[in-house]
C-alpha cells in the first residue's frame, strides 16, 4: 500500500510569510498531484509534476518533484489570505488507475 | 461546461434507510471515482470505474454499491444506511496519464 504523508498538518501564518509544505513517502510515483480545496467545495487540481527533479512554478506557489520521485514540496512565497485552505498532494503508482491521495496541510492566513 | 455535478448537496438520512448519490459529468472521461472525506481521514477511495459497465472496490467499499451504465454518470448507493456513513461525498472524473481529477463540489450526508 502506497502512503504519503503530509506535513505540517496545520498552518497558521501572517500575510506576506513564506511557508512550504511536504508531501512524502516511500513509494516511488510516476506523477505528483497537488490540489487546494476550499470549505464547502471540492479539490481543485493547481499542477502535476511528472519528471524527478522538476520544478514548476504558479505565479507565488511553486513545485518541486523529487529527483527520486518519492517526495515533493508546496512552496509559497508571500502569503496572501487568499491562499487559506486545504492543500492536497496526490501520486499516481505505475499501473494504478487510482491516486493516493495525502490527508493534507490545512493552511490559514492571517490578514 | 459544468465539470463534475453532485445531486444532491445535503441530505439526512435516518439509520437503515437507503439513498443514492448521482454523479455527472460532461467532459467525456473515461475514469470516474467515488470518495467520501472525514476529518483527520482525508479522502478515501470508495469505488471507482475505468468505464462504462465497470466498476471496482476501493479503499472503503463496505456498504456502498455503485454503477456506472452510462459513461457520463456514476452512482453511489446506500442500501441500509449507519451512523459511520456520515461524511461527505465527493465523486471525481479524469482521463488517462496522469490522472488529473476534477472533482464535484460534494454532497455532505448526515445519518442519524
Known amino acids: 500500500t502506497q502512503l504519503l504523508e503530509q506535513s505540517p498538518q496545520f498552518l497558521s501564518i501572517q500575510e506576506g510569510e513564506n511557508l512550504t509544505v511536504y508531501c512524502n513517502s516511500s513509494s516511488v510515483f510516476s506523477s505528483l498531484q497537488w490540489y487546494r480545496q476550499e470549505p464547502g467545495e471540492g479539490p481543485v487540481l493547481l499542477v502535476t509534476?511528472?519528471?524527478?527533479?522538476e520544478v514548476k512554478k504558479l505565479k507565488r506557489l511553486t513545485f518541486q518533484f523529487g529527483d527520486a520521485r518519492k517526495d515533493s514540496s508546496l512552496h509559497i512565497t508571500a502569503a496572501q489570505p487568499g491562499d487559506t485552505g486545504l492543500y492536497l498532494c496526490a501520486g499516481e503508482g505505475a499501473g494504478s488507475y487510482q491516486l493516493t491521495f495525502g490527508k493534507g496541510t490545512k493552511l490559514s492566513v492571517i490578514p | 461546461n459544468a465539470g463534475v455535478t453532485q445531486t444532491p448537496k445535503f441530505r439526512v438520512l435516518k439509520t437503515g434507510q437507503s439513498m443514492t448519490l448521482l454523479c455527472a459529468q460532461d467532459m467525456n472521461h473515461e475514469y470516474m471515482y467515488w470518495y467520501r472525506q472525514d476529518p483527520g481521514m482525508g479522502l478515501r477511495l470508495i469505488h471507482y470505474s475505468v468505464g462504462e459497465g465497470t466498476t471496482a472496490k476501493g479503499e472503503v467499499p463496505d456498504g456502498y454499491n455503485v454503477s456506472r451504465l452510462k459513461k457520463q454518470n456514476f452512482l453511489l448507493g446506500l442500501e441500509s444506511a449507519a451512523p459511520s456513513q456520515t461524511s461527505v461525498y465527493f465523486c471525481a472524473s479524469t482521463r488517462p496519464v496522469p490522472y488529473e481529477q476534477y472533482f464535484g463540489p460534494g454532497t455532505r450526508l448526515t445519518v442519524t
Open positions: 509534476v511528472v519528471t524527478g527533479g
